[in-house]
């Protein structure tokens, strides 16, 4: 399981060779865009901030949750920071387990604390030049069986 | 004591800095935030932030010791 902070361009295709293995049934991934609106405003850039002393540790013990809660072989994470543009993908989760269900549901259970307890910070920076920090993501779906849950 | 503070996001904005070391007689992170508050005019509360001492999170009532870094850190938004 590893996980990788990193300022340049994220490569799903590479990270999913990574993660490839022979005994794995099933392969679940998830890429966060920087999508070019937020409550209203547009958004022209975000910028992510982030604690790299820290990160690897948080980041680790996602990983084992998701290992200890959900039958899965291995799983990945990657966050970029610095400066992001719209359709720029932001962070990467890959899961691999042998059978499916596992795949979906660990996927969703990383991802999401990833959001909430992974020390990265963004600031989004609109069209019209005015920019702000976000100061919190709104969904708190930390319980990956709430699939029901629209954002 | 000397610390070492680490600033992010919204604190490293508003202190114009990501960090500074400063000479404390008290060990309480509590009150170290209360005169960064006070200095840089943070917008956040300290029960609203978490604390990182030697880059570990840490309890809030976690007393410092010379050398120490401590950083607060605002509510995560990554992803």
């Known amino acids: ?151 | 004591m000397q610390i070492q503070i680490l600033y992010f996001a919204q604190l490293a904005d508003h202190a114009g800095k990501t960090e500074e070391s400063r000479d404390i007689d008290y060990s309480s992170p509590a009150q170290l935030y209360h005169d960064l508050k006070e200095a840089y005019h943070f917008s956040h509360e300290f029960t609203q932030l978490q604390v990182a001492i030697n880059h570990q999170l840490s309890a809030h009532e976690t007393a410092l010791k010379d050398g120490d870094s401590i950083a607060f850190l605002p509510p995560m938004t990554g992803g």
């Open chain 1, 1 to 151: 399981m590893t996980f990788q902070l990193t300022d340049s361009e994220i490569s799903p295709s590479t990270l999913r060779r990574e993660l490839l293995s022979l005994s794995a049934g099933g392969y679940c991934s998830y890429e966060g865009w920087v999508r070019d609106h937020n409550e209203g405003n547009a958004v022209a850039e975000l910028h992510y901030s982030g604690y790299p002393q820290l990160s690897p540790a948080i980041a680790e013990t996602i990983l084992e949750e998701a290992k200890a809660k959900f039958h899965i072989e291995d799983a990945a994470i990657v966050h970029r920071i610095g400066l992001l543009t719209t359709g720029d993908i932001a962070v990467w989760v890959g899961v691999t387990a042998h059978h499916r269900g596992d795949t979906f549901l660990a996927c969703r259970y990383i991802i999401d604390n990833v959001k909430h307890r992974l020390p990265i910070w963004k600031k989004e920076v609109y069209t019209d030049g005015s920019e702000a920090w976000i100061e919190s993501n709104h969904c708190g779906c930390t319980d990956p069986t709430n699939l029901e849950h629209h954002h």
